[in-house]
């Protein structure tokens, strides 16, 4: 799919009028006539995206750059809103502001996937996957022992976890905190992967990311939670993965059952264990509060880490937009009073330092 750059266009000409003489009237009105026309095609664009009922974020046929275009000040820092009255750029400044408002809505979208619907669509790149499927690691290792042990095949689950977090499948998610890293156990890793090799520096990283998606069932069964790694899949499968990184992703998916089946068959006990609906631990910690009363036990856990990494890892502005959208879909049930919802999301783990205070909480909890 060819996709539109208007959204880049429009950034690149608001950069190369930096360096622009912008005191001269004539570059002035031609910079300034150029933003005007991208950022009125970058909102139409937008525009008909939100007016659709679906948004399938793998299939936007727009580039995005989320990180910065969201963020008002990447756009106002321009010098074509420094030169000369402010009357000057005001129709641009009021269209940039519209555009940065419409992309936070877009994005907030896109970061609500429908799991459903993400499921089915793997499903489908997984039967086109296996028409070309090759030999794979781990058939040839199983050919090499016969009989495995309950031990050799934990090590080769471990092993084959490694080999895809190398490939980068992980590479697009947020950064863990320190927190999530100290959860790392490296050295059980290195212990179950073969002697001598060696692991990219930032691994660590890449294995407190997988944390997030990932437990262990019992002692034998490592597990991926589809669940939760659909919508980051979703997000970045078709649009930033490499055809390379989507076969990794689809072999180690495989490979990991096979895995699990050569388990099962020392214990066939597990396998009632190992097909059971993920379950996510929360351990001894109170689910959030504000979970509405329609909404299952098992999928009240789900919502419960959905808000924790939502607050860990987000503004306080796109925390309150993100609740009330639950809100809406009927998946919490939020009370008026702000403070009480801070007070909750403070317990199960949002920052209050700089731009997470009451007060600033307040204001966008107020607004929406």
């Known amino acids: 799919m060819r996709r539109n750059k208007t959204l880049l266009h429009l950034a690149s000409v608001m950069e190369n009028c930096n360096v622009q003489d912008l005191t001269c009237e004539r570059v002035f009105v031609h910079c300034s006539m150029c933003a005007n026309e991208l950022a009125d095609d970058a909102i139409g664009i937008v525009r008909r995206l939100l007016d659709k009922p679906k948004i399938r974020s793998c299939r936007i046929p727009l580039v995005i750059d989320f990180e910065r275009m969201t963020n008002l000040d990447y756009w106002l820092n321009s010098k074509l809103f420094g030169v000369g009255p402010v009357t000057r750029s005001e129709a641009l400044r009021q269209k940039i502001v519209m555009l940065v408002n419409m992309l936070r809505t877009l994005q907030m979208k896109i970061l609500q996937v429908d799991a459903e619907y993400a499921e089915q669509f793997f499903k489908r790149m997984t039967a ?3 028409k070309s499927a090759n030999i794979l690691d781990y058939e040839l290792w199983r050919a090499r022992h016969p009989h495995p042990t309950m031990e050799q095949l934990e090590w080769q689950q471990v092993q084959l976890t490694v080999n895809m ?3 980068g499948i992980l590479a697009y998610d947020e950064m863990p905190t320190g927190e ?3 959860e790392v156990k490296l050295d059980f890793v290195k212990r179950c992967i073969k002697h001598g090799q060696q692991l990219p520096d930032n691994f660590i990283v890449e294995c407190a990311k997988l944390k997030r998606y990932s437990y262990w069932k019992g002692e034998h069964l490592f597990m991926i939670n589809h669940q939760l790694i659909y919508t980051y899949l979703f997000s970045h499968c078709f649009e930033k993965f490499t055809k390379q990184q989507r076969m990794a992703l689809y072999e180690y998916d495989v490979q990991l059952r096979m895995i699990h089946e050569d388990v099962m068959r020392l214990k066939p006990k597990l396998k009632d264990f190992e097909e059971e609906a993920p379950c996510i631990k929360v351990s001894d910690e109170e689910l959030f509060k504000f979970i509405h009363p329609k909404i299952s036990d098992e999928e009240g856990v789900l919502i419960h880490e959905e808000v924790k990494r939502l607050v860990k890892r987000h ?3 796109m925390i309150c ?12 049930l939020l009370p008026p009073n702000p403070s009480i919802v801070y007070a909750e999301l403070v317990r199960i783990g949002m920052p209050t330092g700089e731009g997470y205070s009451e007060k600033h909480f307040r204001n966008h909890y107020l607004s929406k």
């Open 128 to 130: 086109r996957l296996e």
């Open 165 to 167: 977090l190398k490939n």
């Open 180 to 182: 999530e890293l100290a």
């Open 315 to 317: 503004s306080v502005q």
């Open 321 to 332: 937009e993100y609740l009330q959208q639950m809100a809406c879909d009927k998946r919490t």
